[in-house]
């Protein structure tokens, strides 16, 4: 009989690793060799996992999202029954952005000439903004009719924020403070229409 592959666990491996590496160097400047490198193979090692340098990146814009996912479950898991959507907001507010896994982001956008980078921009997006509108259907379930935004607007200006914070950090625009009150006050205005 024969053996299991084990492309599937080799890539989940080294895939944080090729991540940072993007987030560090970009697209551009990211070699295969400084990937095998980083992740101590040899080049055909990451050929034999990944077709090209392309579909690496791919999977790294899929892996920010799928990072963002496992850090919110977490924070989810710690809810007793408190308000799912306002504990992801504070903590978001908190530590938006400290992986620096944005910079993959960043780096995708100036390939978006390149059909698939642009498609797998545009799923990742898709994926956060259905998070997050989630998130926001869940918490006004029920609540009152305070003037706020459409769920699906309200979603898309926060990831808007989110991206803004990024900016704001990257170009030293935002001190952490600063980048707290962005996403916490005008993120809690999305919510509930109120920024308190």
């Not at 920010?64 to 959507?85: C, K, M, N, P």
């Not at 990831?159 to 993120?187: C, F, M, P, T, Y």
Request: aromatic share 6%; proline share 3%; hydrophobic share 40%.
């Amino acid at each position: 009989m024969a053996r299991p592959s084990q492309i599937h666990e080799k890539r989940k491996g080294l895939l944080p690793i090729v991540a940072r590496a993007f987030a560090e160097l970009g697209y551009r400047r990211a070699t295969t060799a400084e990937l095998a490198r980083r992740c101590g193979v040899r080049e055909n090692i990451l050929y034999r996992l990944w077709p090209d340098k392309k579909a690496m990146f791919i999977a790294s814009i899929d892996y920010v999202f799928e990072q963002a996912a496992e850090v919110w479950r977490e924070v989810l898991s710690e809810t007793d029954g408190a308000d799912a959507a306002m504990l992801l907001l504070d903590h978001e507010a908190e530590h938006h952005g400290e992986s620096g896994l944005h910079r993959i982001i960043f780096a995708g956008l100036s390939e978006t000439d390149e059909p698939e980078v642009r498609e797998a921009l545009r799923k990742m997006y898709g994926r956060f903004h259905r998070f997050i509108r989630g998130q926001i259907v869940a918490h006004r379930d029920g609540g009152g009719g305070e003037a706020r935004p459409d769920e699906t607007v309200a979603a898309w200006a926060i990831v808007g924020l989110g991206n803004v914070a990024n900016i704001g950090r990257e170009l030293g625009l935002l001190s952490g403070r600063g980048r707290k009150k962005v996403l916490g006050e005008a993120g809690r205005l999305l919510l509930d229409g109120r920024g308190d």
